[in-house]
């Protein structure tokens, strides 16, 4: 079962990330830039331009998502005589969904974007998405609700209804080019009921039905938090759902305000299957969840505690200090990437978002590994596994953070670097949090990928594109990560071990842990050099970068041959400097040569 849980889990991300394409792609109109199907003018792999590869890229996708719920499908039938029998109705139902979503999917091609086809394609999408939802939250769940009549539950079928046919008008209101059908926005037209002429109907029928489900989505929220009966999942999920209204109602304004920039487009699609996605969960908890057990304070997060204190506590969650070495390259990049022409305005947002990223990314990390920090010493005082924050709350905390970065990112800077900044977040999270860090100790070299990632955000966000130098800045915090965590590691081997937890130290041992750390540091002082030629650095940052990196290799040999823990917390300590100065050398160089 664990490893099902574990496929839907893919199967639901995957899906939400092609319900996103499938938005670019209608935001760019690229639906007909292959005018066949299933291949793309004639070709498996279609010419290179712009908009063939978003469509291309859309229906790549799709097929994974294809393949992925036959995978579901089959797995789903061998588990038939397990306890939750509903699990493999609910796999040959996506199963039965995928098949009419390929359907709907060439008609739509093949009849050139008829709006109603569309629009069937949307629904039928969102109904494939809940359905996986709910086979993963029901895959997940341990336990049973008794059936009774529950208001509640009735309350929040309702609402995901409501949401529904918001999302179908909204298509419709897409496909039929009556988007800016109102010019402005709370009004149109500077009035609350102008002339229903054109698309002027359809245009406020959407502002209208959003106005009812919102309605809707609050009354569900504070039902939600009324009686403390409750699981706190359910107030979870109720507060990810208000805030991501919040978002959406902000975003809908701003898409009229910026005449349907690709961006606001995009993002606004993105925040209405996220909120979608996150009231079918509340449906299904409510469903599978006891309908009341005895409230215990702890869910609350200790609410007797002073307000600053719990304030506090959320704002450990994002790991300030790790975030402060992530902004630091990130902001390197833009200055390096442009120097002397990045508005002071672009930087503010950029770290902005960037902080938010991060911080909900290290959020999910606390939620996911609560049971490993409960164990070590040095994480067991962290707010979650010492009780003071609740482990539901602390990720509707992180979803809502999560998603206003990306909002605020695609709005204020560009979509290039939100979707950099959101991919670091998911692979930290499924690929290093739930995948590598309890399986192998090439954890930490692998999962660095994410730490690297800001200075690629940092120089998207300035130049709007990637260029050989800041894969090089990649490369370089690539390579700096795992010398910089196997030093704590050998520092801390011993809670590493009591947590199960497979670091190098304790899978390897001592002196092979020495050994790389040694072999990585030597190889990223080398990678430092590839900015001179290929990134135009000058003679500053080459000496500079020789006498950081010498001064690095001479603690990392120092390691190798005292082999105690104050010469590992050395390297430790230094590799943070390190980072820090080699990425404010890049921007001096940058700037006197400017």
Not at 105 to 124: K, P, Q, S
Not at 360 to 385: F, G, S
Not at 426 to 446: C, E, H
Request: with cysteine.
């Amino acid at each position: 079962m664990k490893g099902f849980s574990r496929l839907v889990a893919v199967a639901v991300v995957a899906t939400y990330v092609l319900m996103v394409l499938g938005g670019l792609v209608r935001a760019t109109g690229a639906g007909l830039a292959c005018p066949d199907w299933p291949l793309c003018r004639g070709r498996l792999l279609p010419p290179l331009d712009p908009l063939v590869i978003i469509e291309w890229c859309h229906r790549f996708v799709a097929a994974i998502v294809g393949l992925l719920t036959v995978a579901l499908a089959i797995l789903a039938w061998r588990l038939r005589r397990a306890d939750k029998r509903e699990i493999p109705r609910l796999g040959f139902l996506a199963l039965g969904l995928v098949v009419v979503q390929v359907g709907l999917g060439a008609l739509t091609v093949r009849h050139e974007l008829t709006v109603w086809i569309v629009v069937a394609h949307l629904g039928a999408a969102m109904g494939f998405f809940a359905t996986l939802i709910v086979l993963a939250v029901t895959s997940m769940v341990g336990q049973r609700a008794v059936r009774r009549r529950d208001p509640f539950r009735t309350l929040a079928i309702g609402t995901v209804a409501a949401t529904y046919l918001l999302v179908l008008i909204g298509g419709y209101v897409s496909a039929s080019g009556a988007g800016l059908a109102c010019p402005d926005w709370p009004l149109c037209y500077g009035q609350l009921v102008p002339s229903l002429t054109g698309h002027v109907s359809a245009h406020l029928l959407h502002r209208f039905a959003a106005l009812l489900t919102g309605v809707f989505i609050i009354v569900t929220a504070t039902a939600a938090y009324r009686t403390q009966t409750r699981r706190p999942e359910l107030q979870a999920a109720s507060a990810i759902a208000v805030g991501l209204l919040i978002v959406q109602m902000i975003l809908g304004g701003l898409s009229v305000e910026y005449r349907l920039a690709e961006a606001m487009t995009v993002a606004h699609l993105a925040t209405a299957v996220a909120l979608f996605a996150t009231l079918v969960v509340l449906a299904v908890l409510a469903h599978a969840l006891p309908e009341s057990e005895p409230y215990r304070p702890e869910y609350a997060g200790e609410p007797g505690r002073p307000r600053m204190h719990r304030v506090m506590d959320y704002l450990a969650l994002t790991k300030p200090r790790i975030i402060v070495l992530l902004l630091v390259t990130a902001f390197a990049s833009m200055l390096v990437a442009a120097p002397g022409r990045v508005s002071p305005w672009l930087i503010v947002f950029t770290l902005a978002g960037g902080a938010m990223s991060a911080g909900a990314a290290n959020a999910i990390n606390q939620v996911l590994e609560r049971d490993i920090d409960a164990l070590m010493t040095r994480t067991r005082k962290r707010p979650i596994p010492s009780g003071r924050v609740a482990a539901p709350f602390a990720f509707a905390f992180a979803v809502l953070l999560g998603t206003a970065a990306f909002v605020e990112m695609a709005s204020f800077v560009n979509l290039l670097a939100a979707i950099l900044s959101l991919a670091a977040l998911l692979f930290y999270v499924f690929v290093y949090t739930v995948w590598l860090k309890r399986s192998t100790p090439q954890n930490i070299v692998i999962g660095g990928a994410a730490g690297a990632v800001p200075p690629l955000v940092g120089w998207a966000a300035a130049t709007g594109r990637l260029d050989p130098a800041a894969a090089v800045l990649f490369l370089i915090v690539f390579l700096w990560t795992p010398p910089h965590f196997w030093a704590l590691a050998l520092f801390r081997r011993d809670d590493y071990a009591r947590a199960h937890v497979p670091m190098l130290p304790v899978v390897s041992g001592e002196s092979e842990t020495r050994r790389q750390i040694l072999i990585y540091t030597v190889v990223l002082v080398l990678s430092t050099l590839l900015l001179v030629p290929v990134g135009s650095m000058g003679r500053v940052y080459g000496l500079s970068a020789a006498v950081l990196g010498g001064l690095f290799v001479a603690l990392a040999m120092r390691l190798w041959r005292q082999r105690t823990p104050t010469a590992a917390m050395r390297v430790f300590g230094y590799s943070i400097v390190y980072l820090a100065l080699l990425f404010t050398v890049m921007v001096v160089d940058r700037l006197l040569r400017a």
